[in-house]
């Protein structure tokens, strides 16, 4: 029987992508998000391309009534998720201090809140099994202070590194993955155009490549998934990195 990957944020950006690999790969998909239409669109292409099965969830993962709706999809046993990615977010101005507040609640409710249940409802059911992948999308942030984003992105790692140590001799991993700047429409959705990130040429990455980097790392069981070789390095340079200067440098690019 083919495995089934259960994916939030998946109509776009890494989400489609990790679509794409893992249907490349004989998964069938339960693609999550808002965008009904790009959600259809996605499922047409790769079932024509790949004839897995796909089922289209257009949910609005803060919106409690509709987000349990997915919980109760990553609890059903009769139809078991093997992998979990936990892909959805958005990004905010850095300028905390000039944010609306309830802007703010909601990117930490989405970030934070919305992964915890999904992963407490994907336990009980993988852990019965005796097997399952969890996937917490995060970001390089996570080793950077960069406003809330890089606060909620450490609490995802965080808590990846302990589920993947407390779950993993059970048969269920736990891997939070943490790209560096990617080439997707996540800034553009912050009305940043592409050119006006503020980022140096050197340091974007493409979707295909960090989601490969990362379906390899999650095949390996590992805690955490920095990939490519650049965004490693910098990662391990970060412990030894003033916490004033880790500050100022996590205030450039957008």
Known sequence: MS???????????????????????????????????????????????????????????????????????????????????NNAGFGLPLEFDKNDIEDEVRHL??????PMRLTHAALGAMLERGHGRIVNVASVAAYTPRSTYGACKRWLVSFSQWANGAY????????AVCPGFTHTNFHE????????EGVAGWMWLD????????????????????????YSLLVALTRFVPAVLAARVGESGR
């Open 3 to 85: 495995k089934t990957a259960l994916i939030t944020g998946a109509s776009s950006g890494l989400g489609a992508e990790f679509a794409r690999q893992l249907a490349q790969r004989g998964a069938n998909l339960v693609l999550v998000a808002r965008d009904h239409p790009a959600l259809e669109s996605l499922a047409t292409r790769l079932r024509s391309a790949h004839g897995v099965n796909v089922e289209v969830m257009a949910i609005d993962l803060l919106k409690t009534h509709q987000r349990e709706k997915v919980e109760r999809r990553v609890a059903d046993t009769d139809h078991p998720i093997e992998i979990l990615i």
């Open 168 to 175: 993993a001799r059970r048969g269920v991993t736990v891997t």
């Open 189 to 196: 959705r912050m009305g940043l155009a592409p050119g006006n």
């Open 207 to 230: 979707a295909d490549r960090v989601v490969g980097d990362a379906l390899r790392d999650v095949a390996r069981g590992k805690a955490v998934s920095v990939p490519s070789k650049r």
């Open 109 to 114: 409710d989405l970030h934070v809140e919305v």
